[in-house]
């Protein structure tokens, strides 16, 4: 319905904004360094790489790394 689609940045306001949270108190989690990892950090959300694949270091950084979603509570106990 926004009409407006991953990695752009409107994308991740309409979810803060939906929510009424500060993108900045948010924590985006996926596993695609341009739609889960650069496209949230535009509006400063933090970001969370699922690296199932190994991807290693690249342009685009998270915030945090993880290589299983099981690994995303040790993330959040931490924020």
Do not use: N, W
């Not at 752009?8 to 309409?14: D, H, L, R, V």
């Not at 990892?37 to 509006?43: D, K, L």
Request: charged share 30%.
């Amino acid at each position: 319905s926004l009409r407006v689609y991953k990695p752009k940045k409107e994308f991740y306001q309409a979810i803060a904004d939906d929510l009424k949270i500060a993108a900045g108190e948010l924590l985006f989690v996926g596993d695609s360094l341009t739609d889960d990892v650069f496209g949230p950090s535009q509006i400063g959300m933090k970001t969370c790489f699922v690296d199932r694949r190994s991807v290693g270091v690249t342009d685009i950084k998270p915030d945090y790394t993880i290589r299983s979603l099981d690994e995303i509570f040790s993330i959040v106990d931490k924020i």
